[in-house]
């Protein structure tokens, strides 16, 4: 499942303008080029964080950025994974992850981007109720 989750997610991201380094993934994670986006991995990462979204900054191959700023990010689905999300949620995930980005100059925006991030994790709690 953290293999299609990684999957459908690096394809929904290429779907919506981003570019995956290595076209897709065959394992956990991928890295994204994001100077289609005219974002730097910092940047990004900063960003996101603020959605409460969490991606590391990364260099990507032949990477023009200095190793403290970089070109892309890298995305991991374990954590998404283990609260429970599947497919359907890796689609809503890189939405709202090009949303942030797209929309990072917009308060509002990034505060109603923020409160989806929170609805999506209460749906997938860390630690179900198990006495449900």
Request: proline share 5%.
């Amino acid at each position: 499942q953290i293999v299609a989750n990684a999957r459908t997610l690096a394809a929904a991201l290429g779907h919506l303008g981003f570019r995956i380094v290595s076209g897709g993934t065959d394992n956990h994670l991928f890295m994204v080029d994001l100077r289609p986006k005219k974002i730097t991995g910092k940047d990004a990462s900063t960003v996101l964080d603020q959605v409460h979204i969490t991606v590391n900054k990364n260099l990507i191959p032949f990477d023009p950025e200095s190793p403290m700023i970089t070109s892309g990010i890298r995305i991991g689905t374990p954590a998404l994974t283990t609260r429970g999300m599947k497919e359907k949620e890796m689609e809503k995930v890189a939405r709202l992850i090009d949303q942030a980005i797209t929309q990072r100059a917009d308060e509002a925006a990034l505060k109603s981007i923020c409160a989806e991030v929170l609805t999506l994790t209460r749906e997938f709690p860390v630690y179900p109720d198990l006495d449900a």
